[in-house]
């Protein structure tokens, strides 16, 4: 089955400073690979995805991630974090036709 | 992308109940997805409805307590049936959608909150 790892549990950065939230990917064959990001007392809101392409995908509120196939990564990056950033990132891979597995999650806190 | 709603948002249940929860989308979809997202943890694929056919449920999930329904292309409903304390989640439903009428991502409707006392 096709999976994805978040190796940080908490990511802490200071506003407007650079950040980056950690995802690896195990699959077989071409990955199809998401970030989405959770607000408290929200629900899931798609950022952007990689499938084929350009390695370096943007996606919405500034946010971008870059597929790397040798060290199989697929970061999220913000050059400039904002506090309003802060909720909880999960990196995803298709798995199968159309359903998704995700990553355990990873909580952004961006102080000002 | 497409426009999802869940109803309830949210709900505090007795324990030996059953809720049902209703996922509807703005436009036609083939497939719909629920989730389950327990306190603190990551989503958990639930099963796979499809209009006219028996859902497809994940290891783990059984019809018996997550019956689903799906009577068009734009409905679904989840029931947790005979809850427990250890159902208390977050249910979401999702639908793949893309440009030109492609199913390459996925989206998720606000959720239903359920706490069973």
């Known amino acids: 089955a096709q999976s994805v790892a978040q190796p940080e549990d908490q990511v802490n950065v200071a506003e407007g400073n650079p950040l980056t939230v950690k995802c690896t990917y195990s699959?077989?064959?071409?990955?199809?690979l998401f970030w989405y990001v959770q607000y408290p007392n929200r629900g899931l809101q798609f950022l952007l995805k990689?499938?084929?392409?350009?390695?370096l995908v943007k996606g919405s509120y500034g946010f971008e991630a870059e597929f790397n196939k040798s060290q199989t990564s697929f970061h999220l990056k913000k050059p400039s974090a904002l506090v309003s950033d802060s909720a909880l990132y999960f990196c995803?891979?298709?798995?199968?036709?159309?359903?998704?597995?995700f990553g355990k999650g990873t909580s952004l806190l961006v102080t000002p | 992308s497409a426009v999802i709603s869940q109803k309830p948002s949210r709900d505090i249940c007795q324990r030996g109940t059953s809720l049902t929860i209703q996922c509807q989308v703005d436009?036609?979809?083939?497939?719909m997805f629920w989730y389950r997202q327990q306190p603190g943890q990551s989503l958990t694929l639930i099963a796979t409805?499809?209009?006219?056919?028996?859902?497809?449920?994940e290891s783990g999930f059984v019809i018996d307590k997550f019956p689903i329904s799906r009577p068009n292309l734009t409905f679904s409903t989840l029931t947790v049936s005979n809850m427990s304390p250890e159902d208390s989640s977050i249910y979401l439903c999702?639908?793949?959608?893309?440009?030109?009428?492609?199913?390459?991502?996925?989206?998720f409707g606000p959720g239903t909150r359920l706490t069973v006392l």
């Open positions: 999702s639908v793949p959608q893309g440009p030109a009428g492609g199913t390459d991502t996925q989206y």
């Open positions: 699959v077989s064959g071409n990955p199809y």
């Open positions: 990689y499938i084929t392409g350009d390695n």
């Open positions: 995803a891979v298709r798995d199968g036709e159309e359903a998704l597995n």
């Open positions: 436009s036609q979809v083939t497939m």
């Open positions: 409805a499809n209009q006219g056919s028996e859902a497809t449920y």
